[in-house]
C-alpha cells in the first residue's frame, strides 16, 4: 500500500493487484500500479527500485528470482487461484481425456511429484512447496 | 469509346461507388472472416471486469492530447535555442548545437526513451534518484483551490510521475531536434541584401533579429513546424512502453482483456486520423491564412477568411480603446525625445555598452567552461565503463545467433543490427512500385485512381506506426488463415507504412516540374504512360532522390518499433542482453544507441552529398 507495484498489461494480475489495493483501502491504486508491456520491462524496474514489488504468475517470479539469487524473494500470499490450464481444440474429447487421465495417472503413481520436485524441489533454485493436489476423476 | 465516357466525372464516380459496394458487400456477407465481430464492446461495459472500454480509450485520448501539447511547447523552445545556436558565429555553441542535433535525429525516439526510463536513473545519486522516483502531481496541484472544482472527473485523477516526466523528456528532445533543423533553414533562407541592408544601416544584432530576421523567416517556418508537432502527436505512441496509459495502450489493454483485436485497433485508429486531421485542418488554415498572393476566391480561403474575419473584427473592436490609448503614450514619447542625449545619459551609455562586451565575455567564458566540466564528466563515465561487456556482446548485437541450424529461429539465427538494416532494405525496396503507384495515383485526375490513392496515403500517414504494425499483425492471418512468423508481419507493416510516405514523396517530386514539360509532352502526342516514363518520372526521380534517402534513414529507425512484435532486432537484443547481465544497462543502451547513430549519421551524410552533386545551386539541408 501506498508503493508502486509493476504487472504486465492486460494481464489478469494487473486486474487482482487494483481490486486488492481497492479493497485494502489504497485509494490512489489506480495510480501505483505500472503496466509494462514486457517482463524484461517489469524485471528491470524492480531492478532499479522504480517500483517496490512486481505481481504476475508465481512460476514467472521464481525463475526470475532465482536469476539474481538472494537478491529477491516471493513475498505473501497467492492474490487469487488461478490455474494453469492447457489449451486444446473444441470439441476434441478423446484428446481431452488423453491428456486427463495421463494427468491422473502420473499423480496416481507419483511420476508427478518426482517431476515436481526435479525442477521446485528443495535441492533446486526454483523451490517452491506444493500446495494442491490434483483431483482424480473416476 | 472507353476513354471518352472514362473522361466524364460522374462515370469516374459511379464505378467508384459501384466498386465500394461490391466490396463492402463482399467482406461483410460473403467472405468468412472466421472471426466473430462484436463492436458493443467498445459501448457497454464489460462484464467480466466491470470497465467500460470506450470511456477508458477516451481517456487515453486525454493522455496523448496531453503528452503531445507539453512535449510540442517544451521542443518548440529548446528547438528555437538550438535552432539559432546552429547559426550562431560563436563555434563552440555553434559545435554544441550541431552535435545535439546530430545525435538526437539519428538515434530511434525508442531507444531513448528506454534509456530515459531504465538506465538514466542508474546513473543519478542516490537521493536525487529517490526524489525523482517519488515525484507524482496533478491538475489539482497545478491549479490554485478554488479553481479545482471545475475539474473533470476524468482530468482530475490524470496524475503525472516519473514515467510522464522520461515520456515527455524523450519526446521533446527528440522533436526539438527536427524543429531546430526547421528553424535553421527558415532563418537561413533570407535574401543576404536583407541582412546587409540591415546591419549597414546601424541595427544590432538583437534589433535585426527580432525585427526582420524573425518576421520573415515565420512565413518558411510554420508550415514545416506544423507537421513536426503532427509527428510528434503520432511519437506519443511510443510513450506505452513507459507505461504512460495513452491511447496505443488503451487500444492493447483492450485488445487482452477482451481478445476483440480488431475492434480495438479500429477503434484506437480512427481516434489517431481524428486527431491528424484536425491538426492538419488547423495547419492548412494557418497556411492559407499567411500565404501572400491569392486572390481570396478558393474554397480554402474563403473557409478560413471566413471564420478568422469575424474573430479579428470582434477583437479589434473590442480593443479598440486599449490600443488607443497605447498610440497615443507612444506619440507622446516619440515627440519628447531629443536627438542628443544629456550629458549624463551620454556616460551612462557609454558604461552600459562598453560593460555588456565584457558581460558577453563572461558569459561565453562560461558557457566553455562548462561544458568543458560537463564533456569531462561524460568522458571520465565513458572510460569508466565495463567496456568487456560490450566486447562480449557485441556480435550479438551485431548478428545475434547467425548462423543456426535451430529451425524455430527464423533467417537462420539473423538478429540485431543486420536485422534492422535487413527489414530496411526489404522494406525500402517492396514500397517503391507501391508508393510510386499511390503517387501517380494521387496526382491523376481520374477519380478511380485518386480516391483509393488519397485514401491509403491519408490512412496510413495520420497513424503512428505502431498502429500499422498492430494492424497488420491482427488483421493478415483473419484476412489469409495463415499464420506469419513476426518478421514478416513487421516487415509487412514497415512496407505499407513507407509507401504512403514514399507516395507523398513522389507526389511532391512530380508537382515540383515545370508543366511545360506535361503540356509540350502531351501536345507531341505521348500517352500517358509513355509521358510518364520518359519524361516525367525520370525527371521526378532525380529530384526524389534526397528525400528517399531521408524515408530509408527515417525507416531504419523505426525498425526499432518491431520490438512490440517481439522481433529480435537491435532493440530487443538489447532488452534481452540487459534483461540477462542485469548491472550494466548504461553500457549496452549507449552501445546499442551508438550502431544506430553510425548507420544513420553514414546515410544522412550520403544523403547531403548526393544532393549537393544532384543539384549544386539549391543544395540546403532537407528536412
Sequence with gaps: MGQKIATMQGTTSEINIKNLLKSLGDKDYDKNVISFQKESECYQALKMGRVAAWTTDSTILLGYAAKDAGQFELVGDFISEEPYGMGLPEDDSKLRDAVNFALQDMWADGTYMTIYNKWYGPDTPYYFPMTEKIEMWP | MIRFWMEKKWVQLSLLLSLVLLAVYYWGWVFDFGYKFDWSVLFTVNETYGEHYGLLMLKGVCWTVVLSLISAVLALSLGVAVGLGRVSQFKPVYWLSTAYVEFFRNTPLLVQLLFWYFAFPSALPDAAREWVFQLGFGFQDLLPGWMSWMLPPWLAEMNFGFEFLTAVLGLSTYTASFMAEVIRAGLQSIPKGLLEAAYSSGLTYSQVLSRIILPISFRAIIPPLGSEFLNNMKNSSLAMFVGITELAWCSQQVESMTFRGFEAATAASVLYLSLSLGISAVLNAVNIRLRIGGNGRSFGERLVNGVFGPVSQTFSLLTRPVRRVVRRAIAKRRRQRTVSYSPARAAL?????????????????????????????????????????????????????????????????????????????????????????????????????????????????????????????????????????????????????????????????????????????????????????????????????????????????????????????????????????MIYPIELYTAAAFLYFICCYAMSQYARILEQRLSPEKSRLAM
Design chain 2, 349 to 581: 551609455n557609454k558604461t552600459v555598452s562598453s560593460s555588456w562586451v565584457f558581460l558577453v565575455l563572461g558569459l561565453k567564458a562560461v558557457f566553455i567552461g562548462s561544458i568543458a566540466y560537463v564533456l569531462y564528466r561524460a568522458l571520465m563515465g565513458v572510460i569508466h565503463f565495463q567496456w568487456d561487456v560490450i566486447f562480449d556482446n557485441f556480435k550479438l548485437m551485431l548478428y545475434w545467433r547467425f548462423p543456426s541450424d535451430d529451425p524455430s529461429d527464423v533467417l537462420a539465427g539473423v538478429g540485431g543490427l543486420s536485422m534492422a538494416v535487413l527489414m530496411a532494405v526489404i522494406a525500402i525496396t517492396c514500397s517503391f512500385p507501391l508508393g510510386l503507384f499511390a503517387g501517380l495515383g494521387r496526382t491523376s485526375r481520374n477519380l478511380l485512381w485518386k480516391v483509393p490513392s488519397v485514401v491509403y496515403i491519408e490512412v496510413i500517414r495520420g497513424n503512428p506506426l505502431i498502429m500499422v504494425i498492430f494492424w497488420v499483425y491482427f488483421f493478415i492471418p483473419v484476412l489469409t488463415g495463415t499464420f506469419l512468423h513476426v518478421f514478416w508481419s513487421a516487415t509487412i507493416a514497415l512496407t505499407v507504412f513507407t509507401g504512403a510516405y514514399l507516395g507523398e514523396i513522389v507526389r511532391a517530386g512530380i508537382e515540383n516540374l515545370p508543366p511545360g514539360q506535361l503540356e509540350a509532352a502531351y501536345s507531341t502526342g505521348l500517352s500517358y504512360v509513355q509521358t510518364m516514363r520518359r519524361v516525367i518520372l525520370p525527371q521526378a526521380l532525380k529530384q526524389m532522390i534526397p528525400p528517399i534517402v531521408g524515408q530509408f534513414i527515417a525507416i531504419f529507425k523505426d525498425t526499432s518499433l518491431a520490438y512490440v512484435l517481439g522481433v529480435m532486432e537491435l532493440t530487443n537484443v538489447t532488452m534481452v542482453l540487459n534483461n540477462r547481465i
